[in-house]
């Protein structure tokens, strides 16, 4: 697998500074001046990736970072999280950026000399460790951006927190975690910011900057549903009630929900079964099936109607047919919503950073727990492209063979910096 070398990230360095005069000449320099550790940062992370709720060491290396800029420093939120507060001279707004900490139980596949060897357990099994999902780059560009504001200090109208998160990827079985558990731990509950700002690096052209307005990632719930019939012989199925052929027909009736039930014009969905269980013999036609799926969509009350479908649907087919159905639908993430007002207003401050390679980002179909925040206070979620020029060595989120390609952090630290800056100063 290529890597860029120093040389090399001088150059791209020196190439995305010339290309982006999205910051004054004082605060790019500091930005110049701090790659060298934000590259050093990354790849630290990435060689010791940690899973959701166990970033005992990334928070270390985080905290330590953040109170030598002289910060407010709060440990331990959501079992790992680490919080920052930046001060600025001068009175003004509040805003919050946040990056997430948490790792996947993947192992790497990348040849990379700073390349994941790390081990652990997970559900009872022996796993690799990789950051699949590029968080990697997320802290090291926050971290990056407070060395930047944290040496102006004096100079910002207003208050900056800084928000490591945990168990973005979800939390152990059996525990709390993310941005929700942040929230309920009361993170915004002694300064609430006046915006939320989160970025996530994707496998799109290296240096890309893509943003939207409304709803740009889905909202991820899933659903069990378990159909009761009456066992009976398979050479007889009329002497019992055979909920095979009856999840079968659930199966094809969700499928109406999104292409038959719903405004195709107001926003995507998808209504996904994953796995039917049932039975043990060919003969026999069993007692009960099982099935689970997830729901996905970008609209708050399509959501809403989605869940009361899928209840509808399957129970009333079950009954048409003797049997019963019992629906168990579970919230995930809600729609990661960037609030049109702030989007148009800082888009303006994106463009200014990627210049041509700004673009609008499509709709995407998975989820983030930045949500949460942007429930809470308005918030924007953009994404970063981290691809390589070379085709052959891209790959999507989670794969063992993702790869960032290391021209994005400049980018990515220049606009979140210009991001909060903006925002603070009114522009």
């Known amino acids: 697998m290529k890597q860029l070398s120093a040389v090399l990230f001088l150059f791209a360095s020196a190439v995305v500074s010339a ?6 000449a004082n605060v790019q320099g500091r930005v110049d001046a701090v790659m060298p550790q934000v590259v050093d940062w990354r790849r630290d992370f990435h060689q010791h990736p940690e899973l959701g709720n166990r970033e005992f060491r990334t928070a270390g290396v985080i905290a330590s970072h953040l109170e030598s800029l002289g910060m407010e420093v709060t440990t331990g939120v959501a079992h790992t999280g680490v919080v920052g507060i930046l001060h600025g001279g001068r009175p003004g707004p509040v805003v919050a950026l946040r990056a997430d900490m948490d790792a996947l139980p993947v192992e790497e596949q990348v040849d990379l000399p700073f390349a994941s060897q790390v081990r652990t357990e997970y559900n009872g ?4 460790v990789m950051h699949a999902c590029g968080h990697d780059n997320h802290m090291a560009i926050l971290m990056g951006t ?3 504001l944290a040496g102006m200090r004096d100079e910002l109208p207003g208050t900056v927190m800084f928000i490591f998160q945990p168990a973005e990827e979800g939390a152990p079985e059996g525990e709390e975690g993310g941005a929700e558990l942040m929230l309920k731990e009361g993170l915004f509950d002694e300064l609430r910011p006046d915006a939320v700002f989160g970025l996530h690096v994707w496998p799109i052209p290296a240096g890309q900057i893509a943003v939207r307005e409304g709803g740009t990632m889905a909202s991820s719930d899933s659903f069990r549903i ?28 969700l499928q109406t929900i999104p292409s038959r039930q719903l405004d195709a014009t107001l ?3 998808i209504v996904t079964v994953g796995a039917i269980n049932g039975g043990l013999r060919s003969n026999i036609i069993p007692d009960s099936v099982e099935m689970i799926g997830t729901l996905r969509t970008f609209d708050a009350e399509t959501r809403r109607q989605i869940h009361q479908r899928v209840e509808r649907t399957a129970k009333q087919i079950a009954e048409s047919a003797g049997a019963s159905a019992e629906v168990d639908i579970s919230l995930g ?12 207003r800082m888009s303006s401050t994106l463009q200014r950073v990627a210049g041509e390679r700004f673009t609008e980002a499509s709709l995407i179909t998975g989820a ?3 949500s949460y925040y942007a429930n809470e206070v308005p918030g924007m979620f953009f994404f970063l492209g981290i691809a390589a020029d070379d085709p052959a060595m891209v790959y999507p989120n989670h794969s063992p063979f993702f790869y960032a390609d290391e021209r994005a952090l400049p980018v990515g630290v220049s606009a979140m910096t210009a991001l909060a800056l903006d925002f603070l100063n009114g522009n």
């Open 19 to 24: 290309q982006t005069p999205a910051l004054p």
């Open 125 to 128: 099994q022996d796993v690799g």
């Open 146 to 148: 407070a060395s930047v």
């Open 226 to 253: 378990r159909v009761q019939g009456q066992q009976t012989h398979g050479a007889a199925p009329w002497a019992g009630i055979d909920p095979i052929v009856i999840a079968s027909q659930i199966v094809l009736g």
């Open 267 to 269: 926003t995507p969905s």
């Open 333 to 344: 993430y809600p729609v990661t919503n960037n609030d049109p007002a702030l989007t148009r």
């Open 368 to 370: 983030e727990d930045f």
